[in-house]
């Protein structure tokens, strides 16, 4: 019987989000599709760290040992989830248009509207 991959370290505790840092220097482009399918860019995004953690476990599980699942990495899952949850905003939100792409998000968190 094959054994799963050992899990990674224990956080220090008190962690409560983990912040990936994946910057790609010198870009700024729009949001959205620029025609070229497939291509990937890094952005920094914060995790719940119980999410994370969930993510990384079964994506180390499924590439070494269900390569039918179709995933390699972390992207595999994170990629596919994302956009379906952005389908389900443009449809709920935009009638089903994707939505006006931007070139640059403001930095933090948006402010609270009542």
């Not at 994506?59 to 269900?66: D, G, I, S």
């Not at 956009?83 to 389908?87: F, R």
């Given at each position: 019987?094959v054994?799963?991959?050992?899990?990674?370290p224990e956080?220090?505790s008190?962690?409560k989000?983990?912040?990936?840092s994946v910057?790609v220097?010198?870009t700024?482009?729009?949001?959205?599709?620029?025609?070229?399918?497939?291509r990937?860019?890094?952005?920094?995004?914060?995790?719940?760290?119980?999410?994370?953690?969930?993510?990384?476990?079964a994506?180390?599980?499924?590439?070494?040992?269900?390569p039918?699942?179709?995933?390699?990495s972390?992207?595999?899952?994170?990629n596919?989830?994302v956009?379906?949850?952005?389908?389900e905003?443009?449809?709920?939100?935009?009638?089903?248009?994707?939505?006006?792409?931007v070139?640059?998000?403001?930095?933090g968190r948006?402010?609270?509207r009542?």
């Open positions: 019987m054994q799963p991959p050992e899990a990674a956080p220090a008190g962690v989000e983990i912040t990936v910057a220097p010198g700024d482009q729009a949001t959205g599709t620029d025609g070229r399918p497939g990937r860019v890094q952005r920094t995004v914060n995790f719940d760290q119980d999410v994370l953690e969930r993510a990384r476990a994506a180390t599980y499924l590439a070494a040992y269900e039918a699942a179709g995933v390699r972390l992207a595999d899952i994170v596919p989830a956009e379906a949850y952005v389908a905003l443009e449809r709920r939100f935009n009638e089903g248009e994707p939505f006006r792409p070139h640059r998000m403001p930095p948006p402010s609270r009542s």
